[in-house]
């Protein structure tokens, strides 16, 4: 089966620019994950989708992300306007349920940077 | 706060010799470990998930412990390769209403 795809895969842009990122998780998975990857660091969940509705997105910083999943299929995250410590590999992941201990599966990510 | 800890120094390993690396965690009573693999440029791939009920896992050459007193979990690669270098995350689940949190990995690199 076709794994989680994420696009770009990389993105430069300059502070106070917008960018956005799309994700098309695995057919048939109704949860949906974006998390923020700092080098060095574990990946952060922002914002978990269970079809189209928000399941958990209280450490998405609201004030410049913003994300969606209309049609509960795939997704875009969008940073207005960005900073440069939003420089990260930004992963996309989805799982069949959120039942217990469930498998994620995640994209390669896309790597910004914000200069 | 919740912390996870995992080796912050890269692990380097002779092949062919048990590669172990640990996970400790505070203030925090997870229902649910997982370990993922993460190589350079892509997303992690799951690799095991143990129960807080569990104490050990086994699959092919991978083995987990989970020892909820010590609030630690174990990750060991036997008969290790070359092919198994990588960062080593782990990751702790309250519930499975909950996130999931994840360590900060452990880069493992196994010398021919």
């Known amino acids: 089966e076709a794994g989680v795809a994420q696009s770009p895969r990389y993105k430069i842009i300059e502070k106070r620019q917008s960018v956005a990122f799309w994700c098309n998780p695995i057919s048939g998975h109704a949860t949906l994950y974006w998390y923020q990857q700092i080098l060095g660091q574990g990946p952060k969940l922002l914002i978990q989708f269970q079809n189209n509705g928000v399941v958990d997105d209280s450490q998405l910083p609201k004030d410049r992300f913003s994300a969606e999943r209309l049609k509960g299929v795939d997704s875009t995250l969008k940073i207005q306007p960005a900073k440069l410590e939003d420089s990260a590999v930004y992963l996309c992941?989805?799982?069949?349920?959120?039942?217990?201990?469930?498998?994620?599966?995640f994209g390669p990510g896309t790597r910004l940077t914000v200069l | 706060s919740q912390k996870i800890e995992q080796n912050s120094e890269a692990l380097n390993i002779q092949e062919g010799k048990t590669a172990t690396l640990t996970c400790n965690y505070t203030?925090?009573?997870?229902?649910?470990l997982q370990w993922y693999r993460q190589d350079p440029g892509r997303g992690p791939v799951f690799l095991l998930l143990i129960r807080e009920n569990e104490k050990e896992k086994r699959k092919e050459r991978l083995k987990v412990t989970f020892d909820t007193t010590l609030k630690q979990s174990l990750f060991h690669i036997t008969a290790s390769q070359p092919a198994d270098s990588a960062t080593y995350l782990c990751a702790l689940e309250a519930s499975s209403a909950s996130k999931i949190i994840f360590g900060s990995g452990t880069r493992l690199s196994i010398r021919p």
């Open positions: 203030n925090y009573s997870p229902a649910y």
């Open positions: 992941a989805s799982s069949l349920d959120r039942g217990a201990g469930d498998t994620q599966y």
